[in-house]
């Protein structure tokens, strides 16, 4: 209200309104994406962007503007997309980009790669499902070049032996569900790359006092690659000498890529649904491979331990179907999960982001109030919260930490805790009162994150169906978080 203010403000000193609308442009501070139309100029429309997304749909006689091409794929493939400072004018004729000063500008049209068909629900109820369920075929094209290719340094672009030769440490920054991934990646990088890793929450990392190291590789993880927080912790670590930068990415137009030196993209296709699924999955595989590329350029990969790794990439998308036809036992839980209002979460190692991600979803989208701890931690506080009506979920994979677990359980069982067991096939998790048990398949290895995670999506799903919660639209929630 106030910018069209200044608009008119301006307009009533310059006829031409796209002098005006620049005009007003340069008083304005902080980030914006803005469309301008005027009664008085019916054949023009104006728009700019700076910090916020913003692109064109070129379609046949017809020009879009939007700020995810996920919004336009329905009209057209063709996107030009606008850079920070750019002003763009729109006509009948066409269009014409121009700096704030109105000279021209030259932006390449791209092809989107999206399709149209996977915006269509189809036989679904709720995106969130559909998404769900399309992880198996998600993991198969994400992991194709890798299977394909080996662990090389060439899938994550042109300069990535050199990079990642000359990298001594790995920052990792994201937000929400793509942090969980940045906290997994932490655990494998460290286990199979043997080098120093960390993963900050973007918003955290960009307005704290940091030691840069120029030796450092910059990962930033986002589905949308528009993350506000994000993009602006890998300008802030640019700007203090980190230049080595890795985007993974499900958008290959987004700002995030074309702001990083490297990027891998994953495969996931159009997420619509608030609560990302899909994209968290290819993330993961992403990042595992990004672990296993590391430890071979730094000669700490063996070649036993690499057909190993390819082995268990392979049956990955199988394990997780195996996973999904487990959806009429989860819904069960849900019955029992819906008229519940708090529930803890609890995992150890790699799967104690896992207990995050699914505490997340739980919370996001059905409303629950939800916790989640590393189960070490339980006896130096959360144990206190565990009663009757506290519903407490455990990620149990049959691991190296599982006995200890499994004595983390029993505390909460002495206090009347109810257990909600996430147990692979082969980790002899036995049922009894109290203590309800999924069986997932056999151990999957370093990649058990992977398999893990999804039930809980599917809990908190039919969850969030059970209290008629809009599933894809959750209150107060974004897809694309594009402001601070």
């Not at 109820?125 to 769900?132: S, T, V």
């Not at 000669?299 to 036809?325: F, G, I, M, S, W």
């Not at 803890?344 to 104690?352: E, I, K, Q, S, T």
């Amino acid at each position: 209200e106030v910018i069209a203010h200044l608009v008119h403000f301006h307009a009533r000193q310059e006829p031409d309104l796209g002098k005006a609308f620049r005009a007003a442009l340069g008083q304005l501070e902080g980030a914006y994406s803005i469309a301008l139309i005027s009664r008085r100029h019916p054949d023009l429309l104006l728009a700019a962007r700076k910090g916020s997304p913003l692109l064109l749909g070129l379609g046949e006689g017809e020009t879009f503007l939007a700020s995810d091409a996920a919004a336009l794929i329905a009209h057209t493939r063709r996107m030009l997309y606008l850079e920070d400072g750019d002003v763009v004018e729109i006509t009948p004729a066409g269009y014409c980009v121009m700096t704030l000063q109105g000279e021209p500008l030259n932006r390449q049209e791209r092809i989107s790669h999206l399709s149209p068909e996977t915006a269509e629900l189809g036989l679904y109820d709720h995106y969130m499902q559909k998404e769900i369920a399309e992880q198996p075929r998600a993991l198969t094209d994400t992991l194709e070049p890798i299977l394909a290719r080996g662990f090389t340094p060439d899938l994550f672009g042109a300069d990535a032996q050199a990079c990642f030769s000359g990298v001594r440490n790995v920052l990792l920054l994201a937000c929400g569900t793509s942090y969980h991934a940045a906290l997994v990646t932490g655990y494998w990088v460290e286990a199979i790359a043997r080098m120093p890793c960390r993963a900050e929450i973007a918003s955290e990392y960009r307005y704290r006092t940091s030691v840069p190291d120029p030796a450092t590789l910059v990962i930033t993880i986002s589905q949308s690659g528009e993350t506000a927080d994000t993009l602006a912790a890998l300008k802030h670590a640019q700007s203090l000498g980190m230049n080595h930068s890795l985007a993974i990415c499900n958008v290959p137009e987004s700002s995030l890529v074309r702001q990083s030196t490297l990027s891998f993209l994953t495969r996931a296709g159009m997420e619509i649904g608030v609560a990302s699924t899909k994209a968290f999955t290819t993330q993961l595989v992403a990042l595992f491979a990004l672990a296993v590329t590391l430890a071979k350029v730094r000669q700490v990969l063996t070649e036993e331990a690499e057909a190993a790794y390819l082995d268990a990439l392979r049956r990955l998308p199988n394990k997780v179907q195996h996973v999904l036809n487990l959806e009429p036992q989860l819904r069960l839980w849900a019955e029992r999960f819906c008229r519940k209002q708090h529930a803890l979460f609890l995992g150890r190692g790699a799967h104690y982001p896992i207990a995050l991600e699914g505490a997340l979803k739980l919370k996001e989208i059905s409303y629950i109030h939800a916790e989640a701890y590393a189960a070490g931690e339980l006896k130096h506080g959360p144990l206190a919260l565990v009663d009757g009506e506290m519903p407490v979920v455990a990620v149990a994979p049959n691991d190296d930490l599982l006995e200890k677990l499994k004595s983390n359980l029993q505390e909460v069982r002495a206090r009347g805790g109810e257990l909600y067991v996430l147990a692979d096939n082969d980790s002899h998790f036995p049922p009894s009162e109290g203590i309800h048990v999924i069986r997932l398949p056999d151990h999957e290895g370093v990649l058990s994150p992977v398999v893990h995670v999804v039930p809980l999506q599917l809990l908190a799903y039919h969850t969030a169906c059970l209290r008629g919660a809009d599933v894809d639209k959750p209150r107060n929630l974004a897809k694309s978080v594009t402001v601070e």
